[in-house]
């Protein structure tokens, strides 16, 4: 069988990438990013937003309506030989639960075709911290337990690209703050990894990259530094609200004011906020407090509202 391949450095590539359901249900519409190799990347995006149904077109585990995506330079397609460099956790990892933890992994490295022996077995137990639970029956397993051991079956073929979707469902604090240690040291050895979350702050601490998608479309996408600087707001609170938004809205270097509780939501283009109280002040309007914000879950929350609006 010929394979369509096209010469970049991306690790993966979203061209025009669409997924309508029967009934009409569209989970993804015209979606297009690169992810370069190297890189840890954030999908971003709430619940039902279509980050796993991307991922899954992504991996051929869904044929797209429309669009194509590339690994490594290869256009995807189920069953792809390329997929042999890529490890992936897409939704919940599901075992034999009769069998233990260690055969569940012998076993699907097996069903490649692969003898035992050439699987990164010993690290990705490792990885997995079960301990000597690792031969007790899977079905015994708590959810972070299998969590665990999903994550060590996707470093079986030490891969290229680790995709992993919400990673960290089901694990309490110091099992997320060891996968996020996982996810930099795979990086660290050359691998890229795309992460899917909908806890903004689990990706910020994490990713050095980020498309942000909602209902299935794409809101932002490029550096977490850029989006974050890009997305650079201040909270204000006034004694008299109505007129510092006349103001506001018309101030040169202020993008965006909206009102949020007894306050307002200021979204700046260019414009200082010493400068933006000074403007306040000078109409005499009362500040009583003003609070920066460079987070990347400000700006998340930004983008949906004003996809909304």
Same mark, same amino acid.
């Given at each position: 069988?010929?394979?369509?391949?096209?010469?970049?450095?991306?690790?993966?590539?979203?061209?025009?990438?669409?997924?309508?359901?029967?009934?009409?249900?569209?989970?993804?519409?015209?979606?297009?990013?690169?992810?370069?190799?190297?890189?840890?990347?954030?999908?971003?995006?709430?619940?039902?937003?279509?980050?796993?149904?991307?991922?899954?077109?992504?991996?051929?585990?869904?044929?797209?309506?429309?669009?194509?995506?590339?690994?490594?330079?290869?256009?995807?397609?189920?069953?792809?030989?390329?997929?042999?460099?890529?490890?992936?956790?897409?939704?919940?990892?599901?075992?034999?639960?009769?069998?233990?933890?260690?055969?569940?992994?012998?076993?699907?490295?097996?069903?490649?075709?692969?003898?035992?022996?050439?699987?990164?077995?010993?690290?990705?137990?490792?990885?997995?911290?079960?301990?000597?639970?690792?031969?007790?029956?899977?079905?015994?397993?708590?959810?972070?337990?299998?969590?665990?051991?999903?994550?060590?079956?996707?470093?079986?073929?030490?891969?290229?690209?680790?995709?992993?979707?919400?990673?960290?469902?089901?694990?309490?604090?110091?099992?997320?703050?060891?996968?996020?240690?996982?996810?930099?040291?795979?990086?660290?050895?050359?691998?890229?990894?795309?992460?899917? !979350?909908?806890?903004?702050? +689990? #990706?910020?601490? =994490?990713? %050095?990259?980020? &498309?942000?998608?909602?209902?299935?479309?794409? /809101? $932002?996408?490029?550096?977490?530094?850029?989006?974050?600087?890009?997305? !650079?707001?201040?909270?204000? +609170? #006034?004694?008299? =609200?109505? %007129?510092?938004? &006349?103001?506001?809205?018309?101030?040169?270097? /202020? $993008?965006?004011?909206?009102?949020?509780?007894?306050?307002?939501?200021?979204?700046?283009?260019?414009? +200082?906020?010493?400068?933006?109280? %000074?403007?306040?002040?000078?109409?005499?309007?009362?500040?009583?407090?003003?609070?920066?914000?460079?987070?990347?879950?400000?700006?998340?929350?930004?983008?949906?509202?004003e996809k909304s609006q």
């Amino acid at each position: 069988m010929q394979y369509s391949m096209t010469v970049d450095d991306s690790a993966v590539r979203l061209v025009g990438l669409s997924k309508v359901f029967r009934g009409g249900v569209t989970a993804v519409t015209d979606l297009s990013f690169t992810v370069s190799r190297g890189q840890v990347f954030g999908l971003l995006g709430p619940n039902g937003s279509g980050k796993t149904t991307t991922l899954r077109m992504m991996l051929g585990l869904v044929h797209p309506t429309s669009g194509s995506a590339y690994i490594f330079g290869h256009r995807m397609i189920s069953g792809h030989p390329v997929l042999r460099r890529v490890g992936a956790l897409i939704e919940r990892p599901a075992f034999v639960p009769y069998l233990s933890g260690q055969r569940n992994l012998e076993l699907f490295w097996q069903a490649g075709g692969q003898p035992v022996r050439e699987a990164n077995l010993e690290p990705a137990l490792e990885v997995a911290g079960l301990g000597d639970a690792i031969e007790r029956k899977a079905g015994t397993y708590s959810k972070g337990m299998l969590q665990r051991l999903g994550l060590a079956q996707a470093l079986l073929n030490q891969p290229d690209l680790l995709v992993l979707d919400e990673p960290t469902i089901g694990l309490d604090p110091q099992e997320t703050h060891r996968v996020r240690q996982l996810v930099r040291e795979v990086a660290e050895g050359g691998s890229t990894v795309i992460l899917s !979350s909908h806890i903004l702050a +689990e #990706v910020e601490q =994490v990713c %050095s990259h980020a &498309a942000v998608i909602d209902r299935g479309r794409l /809101v $932002a996408y490029g550096a977490i530094s850029d989006l974050t600087r890009a997305g !650079s707001s201040v909270y204000v +609170e #006034v004694d008299d =609200v109505e %007129s510092a938004v &006349a103001i506001l809205s018309v101030l040169t270097g /202020v $993008a965006k004011v909206s009102r949020e509780g007894p306050g307002l939501s200021v979204r700046l283009d260019g414009l +200082e906020r010493e400068a933006l109280v %000074s403007a306040l002040v000078q109409h005499g309007i009362g500040v009583e407090t003003i609070t920066s914000r460079h987070r990347l879950e400000d700006v998340f929350l930004q983008l949906l509202t004003e996809k909304s609006q």
